[in-house]
């Protein structure tokens, strides 16, 4: 049973560097979510996909930020100009279906460094 | 808007106490309520569910129930061990939304 699963795991990267992260969801699943956890600070949703369509996008998702979900598989979240503040856990979550009665599959997570 | 407030950590107990972590919620309409686990290392898993009112959620000798008129959604385990040390979050689920709590990291003694 494979779950959702995140590339790469660590990411250390200096001020102003773009980044890139990849997340392959469970195979079956419709839905696609981003969050970003702070240290100490539970996850907060950034956006989320069903399918290849970005239904919502969050405000804390600043124009330095974009995903895409191009053939509604695996999506990917960019971070161009890195800046200090961005350094947190990327988390991706799955599930197959919307509504507040399915729960999300989550990955492990993408920790990103700014030096 | 919405949101999720939960018991302040560290919370460090001996092997075989009773746990109750406070978790209450702001929501209008009626959100479903979830409590996820991360232990060390691993990603977040979803521990127990309740999707209504006065609905419990149980999983793994933990239980937590849905109370619409305190707001609450408490986790509860009568018997904890070394292994469910872990960092607990509360959260509600809306709109294609999960709003988390900021976590509560327990520590479990031998």
């Known amino acids: 049973d494979t779950g959702v699963s995140q590339d790469p795991r660590h990411k250390i990267t200096k001020r102003g560097q773009n980044v890139t992260f990849r997340c392959d969801p469970i195979?079956?699943?419709?839905?696609l979510y981003w969050y970003r956890q702070t240290l100490g600070q539970g996850p907060e949703f950034l956006t989320y996909?069903?399918?290849?369509?970005?239904?919502?996008k969050s405000r804390l998702l600043s124009d330095r930020f974009s995903a895409e979900r191009p053939k509604g598989s695996f999506s990917t979240l960019e971070i161009q100009r890195t800046e200090q503040g961005d350094s947190a856990m990327y988390l991706c979550?799955?599930?197959?279906?919307?509504?507040?009665?399915?729960?999300?599959?989550f990955g492990d997570g993408t920790r990103l460094s700014i030096l | 808007g919405d949101s999720v407030t939960q018991m302040e950590g560290p919370v460090t107990l001996s092997e075989e106490a009773f746990l109750t972590i406070n978790c209450t919620y702001t929501?209008?309409?009626?959100?479903?309520l979830f409590w996820y686990v991360q232990y060390p290392g691993e990603g977040l898993q979803l521990l127990l569910k309740?999707?209504?009112?006065?609905d419990k959620g149980s999983n793994k000798g933990f239980e937590a129930t849905y109370r619409k008129e305190t707001t609450s959604f408490h986790l509860e385990k009568g018997s904890v061990q070394v292994s469910d040390s872990a960092v607990y979050f509360c959260?509600?689920?809306?709109?294609?939304?999960?709003?988390f709590g900021k976590g509560t990291r327990l520590h479990i003694l031998p």
């Open positions: 979550a799955s599930s197959p279906g919307g509504g507040s009665n399915q729960p999300q599959h």
């Open positions: 195979s079956e699943h419709n839905r």
């Open positions: 996909f069903q399918n290849e369509a970005q239904l919502e």
């Open positions: 929501a209008t309409g009626y959100p479903s």
């Open positions: 309740a999707t209504k009112a006065d």
């Open positions: 959260a509600l689920h809306r709109d294609d939304k999960i709003i």
